[in-house]
């Protein structure tokens, strides 16, 4: 165990790679260099409000015991060791090419292994301006902050590959934002997140140097990211190998996302791990009533393009245009293309799979496929809250023949007075859902239990943050350590207090449903 401020930070990304010296900080093109030296700009005053302790235990660090470590979590100490940067990388946003973004808001302070050979990424989000903050301000507000930090840790918890959060400070300072985008901008106040991960390379990290015709550069970056994130990868296919690896892992993640109930709201290719992780968490949401139509993000709403149920297909597009990047290192295109186009199956077998262990069944069959898809109809139809559904599903009394019984059974779920046709719809499902569960060669208990493992029964709604941010505005913090004491146990009935469906006032509300990526 080390303090932050003893820690020797590694640097290996800082000294493999071409990058600007300079620390000049005003926004600039960079070309040639894949990141440029940033120093975070001194707050006024670092306060700690939150810390993961289970993170800390994992990266071999002590709680921080004075002001100079949390001065360090939030960017104003930089112990001798570290050598911070920020990365450059561009991006395909909202689906059109959006040139060089680069972390105009994030900057890693260096690398840590620990004793067991792991190697993390610590990188402050909110540190004030690099080369990459174009006209902004390099800043966070707690609102935003919080956000990242708590969802990060429980998308952890319910077994969903992502990024990290160690910390959550204060700045002291304020921030002026727009939060509604009507014109309207007032200040909030600054927090930064020291999140942690092995590494925060996005596909636009490797979109960067090839759209500039930088070989070289992304030739070291490909290389390198191989040999160090994917070390069982080698010989002569190993470009190929690698994005089959990256397409799978990707896939995997939007069936776990599908599994919980994550609508990322921003899947720009800067916002795609080159790991398979969830990052950049901004305006998310998990659904509440099942809608695969549903955006969190305001500035989505036109074209609805990262819809929850668009997720899967916007990854394939994305991953395309990490083929496009790679591309000049092969010698044809054939065989990426093919490797893209196994993602189909790909997703669509880990998609039954996941659904098969949701509704309790033993190996998947057939028929099973139909089950599974009328599933998916009759929640579209009756759009029920899908985290409580599947959580009646799991208690459903299996000799239950009565019409009126059943639909009494999910009535906690539904958001609406259901028609006739919709009660029909749902009892006819469940009559063939409890068929095929008495066909099971597997034990009712085991069967519960993989449906218990599969479905998350607190899940941190929209709401429920937008009350924990309100009340840390007003100086408490208690529904804010409830909520992450909460997060830890997902698929416990420990803290069933936080297990309801979104409550009618926070239907319309901003921030309750949907959000701007005002952050
Ligand atoms: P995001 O939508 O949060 O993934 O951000 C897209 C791009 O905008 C990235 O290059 C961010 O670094 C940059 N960005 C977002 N907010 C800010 C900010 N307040 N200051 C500087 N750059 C920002
Ligand atoms: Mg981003």
Known sequence: MQTLSSIQFRNDFVSTFDGDQSGNLTPRQTPHVLYSKATPTPVKKVTLLAWSDELAKELEIENPTDQNDVDILGGNIVTPSM?????????????????????????????????????????IKGPGPTAYSRRADGRAVL??????????????HLGVPTTRALSLVSTGDLVMRDMFYDGNPEFEPGA???????????????????ARGEI????????????????????????????????????????????????HGVMNTDNMSILGLTIDYGPYS?????????????????????????????????????????????PNTDELVKVLDGYDDFFWNRFYIMMGSRIGLDDLKLDDVNLINEFEKTLRMIKPDMTIFYQ??????????????????????????????????LYSLIKIYVERIASNTISREESVMRMRKTNPR?????????????????????????????????YSKKFDEFFAKRPSWATQKAGCSMLSCSS
């Open 286 to 330: 998990f659904v509440d009533d099942y809608d695969p139509t549903f955006t969190p993000n305001t500035t989505d709403l036109p074209g609805r393009r990262y819809a929850f149920g668009k997720q899967a297909s916007i990854a394939k597009w994305n991953l395309g245009c990490l083929g496009g990047a790679i591309a000049p290192l092969l």
């Open 143 to 156: 609102r935003s902050s919080v956000r990242e930090y708590l969802m990060s840790e429980a998308m952890f």
């Open 458 to 490: 607190i899940i941190l709604r929209n709401y429920m943050l937008h009350q924990a941010i309100e009340d840390l505005e007003k100086g408490n913090d208690g529904l804010f350590v409830k909520l992450q004491e909460a997060m830890k146990e997902p």
């Open 83 to 123: 050598q911070p940067y920020a990365a450059c990388y561009a991006g395909h946003q909202f689906g059109n090419w959006a040139g060089q973004l680069g972390d105009g808001r994030a900057i890693t302070l260096g690398e840590l292994r620990t004793s067991t050979g792991k190697v993390w990424e610590l990188q």
């Open 216 to 263: 070289d550069n992304l030739k070291k970056l490909v290389d390198w990211t191989i040999e160090r994130y994917y070390p069982h990868i080698h010989g002569e296919d190993k470009i190929l190998t690698w994005y089959k690896e990256i397409v799978e892992r990707t896939a995997s993640l939007m069936v776990e996302w599908l599994r919980v109930g994550f609508v």
């Open 192 to 210: 930064i997140v020291m999140r942690v991960s092995p590494s925060f390379l996005r596909f636009g990290n490797f979109e960067m140097p090839a």
């Open 392 to 425: 009646l599903l799991i208690d459903l009394p299996l000799n239950t023949d009565n019409k009126h019984d059943v639909v009494d059974h999910f009535k906690g779920s539904f958001y609406k007075e259901l028609s006739q046709m919709e009660v029909d719809t």
